[in-house]
C-alpha cells in the first residue's frame, strides 16, 4: 500500500521561496500511469488543485500559480517536491501531496501546514 | 478550466436521514475522472469514490456515486453520525483539475 508524507519548513519569510518534499514509500514514482499531484487548503477554506507530475515527467501546473511554481521529481526516485517562489501571506496553507490515477484510488499525505509570516 | 459546483452548500439532516449531493461541471467530465473525498477538521480528505461511482477500499456501502457528463451525485443511504462532514468533488479529466467548493453536511 502506497503512503505518502509531507516535510519542509513550517514558516517561510514572505518573498522567498516555499519548499516541500513529498516522500512515497511502497511504490515508486517512476511506476507507470500515475500522476503525483500538489494540494493546499486556506485555513477554514476548501481544496485547491497546485498542479502535478506525470510518471514521464511531464507537469501542469493551476495557472494561477503556474509564474510561480516547480514540481519536480527528487534526487530520490521516491520523492518528489514543490517549490513556490515570492510568497506572501496568501500562500499560507496546509499542502498535501496524492497519488492519481483513472484506475486506481487515490492516495493521499496527512498535509503539512505552511505559514508565511516575517 | 472546468468549474465544479457543488449543491446544496449545507445540507441539515438528521442520522438515519437519506442525503443528496450534486456536483454540477461546466463542462462534460469523462466518468473515470471524477472523484469524491469527505473530510473532518483537521484530517487529510478520505477518498470515498472515484471513477464516478466505485467505492473506495473500506467505504461502506451507504456511499454510491453516479452520473455522467456534467452531473454527478454522491448519495448517502443513511446518515450514520460519523457522516457528518464536508464533501468535496473533484475532476481530473482536463489539464487543469479542480476541485468543488464543497457541501457541508450537518446534524439538523
Known amino acids: 500500500q502506497v503512503k505518502l508524507q509531507e516535510s519542509g519548513p513550517g514558516l517561510v519569510k514572505p518573498s522567498q521561496t516555499l519548499s516541500l518534499t513529498c516522500t512515497v514509500s511502497g511504490g515508486s514514482i517512476t511506476s507507470g500511469g500515475y500522476y503525483w499531484s500538489w494540494i493546499r487548503q486556506h485555513p477554514g477554506k476548501g481544496l485547491e488543485w497546485i498542479g502535478y507530475i506525470f510518471y514521464t515527467g511531464s507537469t501542469y501546473y493551476n495557472p494561477s500559480l503556474k509564474s510561480r511554481l516547480t514540481i519536480s521529481v527528487g534526487m530520490s526516485k521516491n520523492q518528489f517536491s514543490l517549490k513556490l517562489s515570492s510568497v506572501t501571506d496568501a500562500d499560507t496553507a496546509v499542502y498535501f501531496c496524492?497519488?492519481?490515477?483513472?484506475?486506481?484510488?487515490?492516495?493521499w499525505g496527512q498535509g503539512t501546514l505552511v505559514a508565511v509570516s516575517s | 478550466e472546468i468549474v465544479l459546483t457543488q449543491s446544496p452548500a449545507t445540507l441539515s439532516l438528521s442520522p438515519g436521514e437519506r442525503a443528496t449531493l450534486s456536483c454540477r461541471a461546466s463542462q462534460a467530465v469523462n466518468s473515470p475522472y471524477l472523484v469524491w473525498y469527505q473530510q473532518k477538521p483537521g484530517q487529510a480528505p478520505r477518498l470515498l469514490i472515484y471513477g464516478s461511482f466505485r467505492r473506495a477500499t473500506g467505504i461502506p456501502d451507504r456511499f454510491s456515486g453516479s452520473g455522467s457528463g456534467t452531473d454527478f451525485t454522491l448519495t448517502i443511504s443513511r446518515l450514520e453520525p460519523e457522516d457528518f462532514a464536508v464533501y468535496y468533488c473533484?475532476?481530473?479529466?482536463?489539464?487543469?483539475?479542480?476541485f468543488g467548493q464543497g457541501t457541508r453536511v450537518e446534524i439538523q
Open positions: 473533484q475532476q481530473c479529466g482536463s489539464s487543469a483539475w479542480t
Open positions: 496524492a497519488r492519481w490515477s483513472p484506475t486506481t484510488e487515490a492516495s
